[in-house]
């Protein structure tokens, strides 16, 4: 009786690396929806997110002031 092995590869997926700065669950939610889809318009964050837009702007403006986020009129992305 002979054995076959089989061998199985599992796809590696690039998973986007958060900055080490960033400590708050929210900010590396935003981070990482931003990081995946591009760029976002603060109602896009909400309805992907689930999140209020008082609490985005906030965290937009951090992400903003920290140079790891750019707005280009409506719309932010990643720098």
């Known amino acids: 009786m002979q054995s076959t092995t089989h061998s199985r590869t599992t796809?590696?997926?690039d998973?986007?690396?958060i900055p080490s700065e960033l400590e708050s669950p929210?900010?590396?939610l935003v981070y990482l929806f931003l990081s995946t889809h591009g760029e976002a318009t603060v109602s896009e964050l909400q309805s992907g997110l689930s999140m209020k837009k008082i609490s985005l702007y906030s965290i937009l403006s951090t992400?903003?002031?920290r140079g790891l986020i750019d707005q280009d009129a409506e719309a932010y992305a990643l720098c």
């Open 11 to 13: 796809p590696t997926l």
């Open 15 to 17: 998973a986007p690396s």
């Open 26 to 28: 929210r900010a590396k």
């Open 63 to 65: 992400l903003c002031e």
